[in-house]
């Protein structure tokens, strides 16, 4: 038997997870308060006070990092790579210590593990990282140039879940044409062909529906005369588009929970703003049928808003008709990356090699 551990920082919340073999023992969730991160000036300042947390969470349940086989953490912002379980290596750490190719809760994950790891002598490893990259070429092109489309999302949960629905079917993953969308703090819709993901809206960084958190796609003139008038830094641009954009713009909440309590209190804006909200994720499902040519199998609606029977039967209205819509709300990213280590700790799978 191995034993797993799993790691998954967001942005308020450090998951944990342990695992024998593929099977859950425990799994909790580390909150983080603003005013706790507050202190921290990067996410990675926030190294020592997330490591401290699992430790202590580990020293409560009578363990130490040498009780496991393996840990994994969440992938974060690296260079693009295929899907797939990757060894931890100085490469990769480097390019997250340094925020190299952005900054994110999730870029911890690996960091965490690491360090966890190098005291329990086993290997660590990520899984599926935000920045696994399947587009084809098609997909890549903007009308300038100079900039090239990225493919950053929820590729962790979307890959598992897309894979868990293909099995309860009976039908292979790479047989199916699915379009997955993953609609948490922030939103992302994959049109999954055949095993790969090969569209998807980059969701930390402007594109696609704007969501809890994040600000999706806007008007880019009216946006660049924003940043110019009121002269903002890089870092106070990517707020706006990650973090502080979407229902914490306009409504001052991330909580859709909050928001649809406000709606049944008869608050118009707060109606008009979330609506706009599922319009735009029907119209990101409606296009991620385009590769595919409409031959979609299923929608899978995924993430902790897919609990909201007001969204999905709003969603149901709207795209009903590309194919049949599947909810499976909540997110499974914690199991996915103990599947993931479990996969090459039995020599199913060979760790890939970042470089
Ligand atoms: N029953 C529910 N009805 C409506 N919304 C819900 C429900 N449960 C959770 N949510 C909403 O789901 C959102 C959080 O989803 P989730 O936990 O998937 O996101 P996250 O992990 O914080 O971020 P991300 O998914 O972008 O990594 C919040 O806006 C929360 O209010
Ligand atoms: C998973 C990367 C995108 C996001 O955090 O919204």
């Known amino acids: 038997m191995f034993r797993i551990l799993t790691i998954n920082p967001g942005s308020t919340s450090t ?68 899907s797939g379980t990757y060894l931890i290596n100085e490469a990769m750490l480097d390019d997250l210590k340094h925020s190299r190719y952005g900054a994110h ?25 935000v920045v696994v990259d399947e587009l084809e070429p098609v997909a890549r092109i903007t009308g300038r140039p100079e900039i090239e489309r990225r493919s950053i999302f929820h590729a962790l949960n979307q890959k598992a879940v897309a894979k868990r629905f293909a099995k309860s079917i009976n039908r292979p993953y790479e047989e199916l044409n699915l379009i ?6 922030g939103i992302s819709v994959g049109c999954h062909k055949q095993g790969r993901v090969v569209e998807v809206n980059n969701a930390l960084d402007g594109e696609g529906p704007f969501s809890p958190e994040r600000a ?39 909580d859709a929970r909050e928001v649809e309590k406000r709606i049944a209190q008869g608050d118009k804006e707060a109606k008009l703003v979330y609506d706009a909200m599922i319009y735009q994720v029907a119209r990101a499902i409606a296009a991620a049928a385009v590769p595919v040519c409409g031959k979609v199998d299923h929608i899978l609606l995924t993430g902790g808003i897919a609990y909201s029977k007001y969204l999905t039967g709003k969603l149901e209205e709207y795209i009903g008709f590309i194919a049949p819509i ?26 890939k090699e970042y470089r």
Do not use: W
Not at 52 to 64: C, E, P, R, T, V
Not at 221 to 241: C, H, N, P, T, Y
């Open 326 to 351: 599947v909810v499976l709300p909540g997110e499974n990213e914690l199991q996915a990356l103990a599947e993931g280590a479990y996969r090459v700790l039995t020599g199913e799978e060979q760790a």
């Open 180 to 185: 997955v969308a993953h609609l948490g703090g």
């Open 216 to 254: 999706g796609t806007m008007p880019a003139g009216q946006f660049a005369d924003l940043i110019l008038s009121e002269g903002l830094r890089r870092e106070m641009v990517a707020k706006m588009l990650a973090g502080k954009g979407g229902l914490v713009a306009h409504l001052g909440t991330n």
């Open 15 to 82: 998951k944990i997870g342990i695992y024998e073999d593929t099977r859950e023992v425990l799994a909790q969730n580390l909150s983080h308060s603003a005013d706790e991160l507050a202190e921290f000036p990067t996410i990675t300042d926030q190294f020592d006070y997330r490591l401290g947390k699992i430790m202590d969470f580990l020293a409560a349940q009578n363990l130490s990092p040498r009780d496991f086989a393996a840990i994994v953490g969440r992938g974060g912002l690296l260079k693009p790579m295929v």
């Open 105 to 129: 809760a999730s870029n911890l994950g690996a960091i965490l593990a690491a360090m966890l790891a190098k005291e329990a002598g086993c290997p660590a490893y990520i899984v599926d990282p």
